[in-house]
């Protein structure tokens, strides 16, 4: 699977858009993004995944760039919940093989109030 | 619908000992898998577990085994409890339809070797 580049930590103050960025340069033509988050000493919890268009779902907004090679999340109003590690994973959709996801470190977000 | 169960939610064991793990994943789906979480590695891919077949196993030593029931519950057992098995134990399902498959993760297992 594709590695992934995110910052390790970014502050956003509630209310305000929280964008997320990943960078997945060596992404193949089969590999969807996906992001998850982990609320402190919780287990992780599935934000969004996409291909090449952009998503949208009642939690987050996913951008892909064209070229596929970063991509952003954006949280359009962050709230003091929204604190919490966030993950960039790029994976085959399913396959008969198990493949695992893979988590990086991931982007520690802190919703100043 | 209910999510993925973890028990226990806490345990703490002394070196040598050995633990099991019990997973419940979402009703319906039949893919089970284990991770481990430590601060200083992060998330890391334990094994993942199909109509009780194990599909996938990450590096770690043999005293780290699972297996799966027929109901797709799930057990990952650790003999001979070393102080750096300390860490969170999650265990995560995923739907069988669909075509990417994404993981549904538990509340975890936190153990504590002593």
């Known amino acids: 699977d594709a590695k992934t580049t995110q910052p390790t930590s970014m502050d956003c103050a509630e209310g305000r858009a929280a964008n997320l960025p990943c960078n997945h340069s060596?992404?193949?033509?089969?590999?969807?993004v996906y992001w998850y988050r982990q609320i402190h000493s919780q287990g992780p919890q599935y934000i969004i995944h996409?291909?090449?268009n952009n998503e949208t779902n009642e939690m987050a907004s996913l951008i892909i760039t064209e070229d596929r090679k970063s991509s952003t999340l954006i949280l359009p109003h962050a709230t003091l919940r929204d604190t919490a590690v966030y993950y960039c994973i790029v994976r085959v959709a399913r396959d008969n093989y198990g493949q695992n996801f893979v988590f990086g470190p991931g982007t520690r977000l802190s919703v100043l109030p | 619908k209910a999510g993925v169960t973890q028990t226990p939610r806490y345990l703490i064991k002394t070196r040598g000992q050995q633990v099991t793990l019990s997973c419940s994943p979402i009703?319906?789906?039949?893919?089970v898998s284990w991770y481990q979480q430590t601060p200083g590695q992060g998330l890391q891919f334990l094994f993942e577990y199909f109509s009780e077949t194990q599909r996938n196993k990450g590096n770690f030593p043999g005293r780290f085994s699972g297996r799966q029931f027929s109901n797709s519950r799930s057990e990952m057992n650790v003999s001979t409890l070393e102080l750096g098995d300390s860490a969170l134990y999650l265990c995560a399902s995923r739907p069988d339809r669909g075509p990417t498959g994404e993981l549904f993760f538990g509340e975890g297992s936190r153990l504590t070797v002593l």
């Open positions: 009703s319906g789906h039949r893919s």
């Open positions: 060596t992404i193949s033509g089969n590999e969807y």
């Open positions: 996409g291909l090449k």
